[in-house]
């Protein structure tokens, strides 16, 4: 990747980043992949030297940095060679706690964020519903109030819960208020941020087998007569939706971080492959056709990592908070922002790692050459969190003015 123009402070990211992810080789991930073993090694790693906490308050033992520093990170983080996979077992301790970092409570903030820099906890993140999809406001888990007024009770179920196997917390998205009871199907839902304790009566997770990104567990939530005290509530009650918005964003940013640094990863290995095999008396890479999809997956990147850290960048800087703060930057337009670079980047990141397979010829399908293992994993962008089709209606919409098509 070309990293002119980058802050000092994101290079800073990205040198200690990758020096720490140089302990993890190549066949590390292939192995952790074919076996389906977490990757708790490169967790505690980061953990130790301080880095899930990046984007969290420093006076919880954060580094209070931005987005854009973070998603230099989870970028950073997947073009070493850990791909998405060691990207998702990162992601949700930066994300998720975003908005637990914002509109909870100091007392909440310092007992709920505290132990996730550490290292000690770690987060998941419950939205996806199988009956519901990306129709995130029809969710139908709910969260009812205790008669006796000291907590709720949660019942219904999440699908495709990254790290749930592994997790100490869960940012949980329930409704709280019957969906024909309020104004808009926006209202009632509720943010808690709940322990996740499988050895709980109430609770179970069940593993999903996959594609791609086998060392993180994906799984099935079910949640019966499942008991959260009162103060997992983060925020107020019934906006939820709003509240938890601000991680999604967030998301969308480091998501699109990731799905460059598997594009970059990829092409690294298909370029030095290309270099170095020789066909008919001279290397692949002489030949037009391998040298010029190459070249055009290189300048899809370059062209999704502006639009990606423009993205971070609107979203650092619409907080209030943060010392280049523009009032002028709206909610908008970090949406739109944030949701065209994750699409941009997410095919980017595709293309990259399929002409990537189909460079190296044969061996681009050999595990052992690692960019089948990031093909694979380049489709998570594409699905998740939101899916193309989606982002599209959305810039359709909300960008273009154009009438909504679902
Ligand atoms: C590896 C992986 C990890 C994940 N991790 C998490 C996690 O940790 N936490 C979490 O909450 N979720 C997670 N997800 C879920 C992910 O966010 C969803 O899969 C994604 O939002 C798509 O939802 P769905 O699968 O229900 O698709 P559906 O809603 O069933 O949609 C299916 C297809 O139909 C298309 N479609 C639907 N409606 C329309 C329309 N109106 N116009 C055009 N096209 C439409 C969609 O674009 C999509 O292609 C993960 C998913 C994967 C694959």
């Known amino acids: 990747m070309e990293t002119s123009g980058f802050s000092p402070e994101q290079l800073t990211v990205r040198d200690a980043i990758l020096k720490i992810c140089s302990n993890f080789s190549d066949d590390y991930w292939m192995e952790h992949d074919q076996t389906e073993t977490y990757p708790h090694e490169l967790h505690a790693a980061l953990a130790k030297d301080g880095w899930i906490g990046i984007a969290l308050p420093e006076e919880l033992g954060g580094a209070g940095l931005g987005i854009s520093e973070a998603t230099m990170m989870l970028q950073s983080i997947a073009e070493s060679g850990a791909g998405l996979a060691g990207a998702q077992s990162i992601h949700a301790n930066v994300y998720a706690t975003q908005p637990v970092a914002k509109f909870a409570t100091p007392d909440q903030r310092g007992r709920f964020l505290t132990k996730i820099i550490s290292g000690e906890w770690r987060t998941c993140f419950g939205v996806t519903e199988p009956n519901t999809g990306l129709e995130t406001l ?156 190459l070249a055009e997956a290189y300048m899809h990147l370059e062209a999704a990592k502006l639009a990606t850290y423009h993205a971070a960048r609107l979203y650092d800087r619409s907080s209030p908070n943060h010392p280049e703060y523009d009032s002028t930057i709206t909610q908008h337009a970090v949406g739109i922002a944030c949701n065209s670079a994750k699409y941009l980047a997410a095919e980017a990141g595709f293309r990259a790692c399929e002409r990537s397979v189909m460079s190296m010829g044969g061996m ?38 154009l009438p909504r098509s679902y």
């Open 138 to 293: 029809k969710l139908t888990t709910t969260a009812l109030p205790d008669p006796d007024g000291d907590g709720y009770t949660v019942t219904g179920q999440k699908i495709w819960i990254s790290s749930a196997q592994v997790a100490t917390k869960m940012v949980l998205l329930a409704r709280t208020t019957p969906i024909e009871e309020v104004k808009k199907p926006s209202e009632g839902l509720s943010m808690f941020y709940v322990d996740f304790d499988l050895s709980q009566p109430g609770l179970e997770a069940k593993r999903i087998k996959k594609m791609g990104g086998r060392a993180v567990d994906a799984n099935q939530v079910f949640f019966d007569n499942y008991k959260i005290p009162k103060d997992s509530l983060i925020g107020q009650e019934g906006q939820g939706f709003k509240i938890i918005l601000h991680g999604m964003n967030a998301e969308r940013c480091l998501l699109a971080g990731e799905a460059l640094g598997l594009g970059y990863a990829a092409l690294a290995k298909a370029t030095k492959y290309a270099r170095e095999r020789i066909v008919f008396g001279r290397p692949i890479g002489q030949n037009q056709a391998i040298q010029h999809p």
């Open 364 to 401: 681009g399908y050999a595990a052992e050459y690692h960019v089948e293992r990031y093909l694979r994993e380049s489709f998570v962008p594409r699905i998740a969190p939101v899916s193309r089709e989606m982002i599209m209606n959305f810039v359709g919409e909300r960008a273009l003015g």
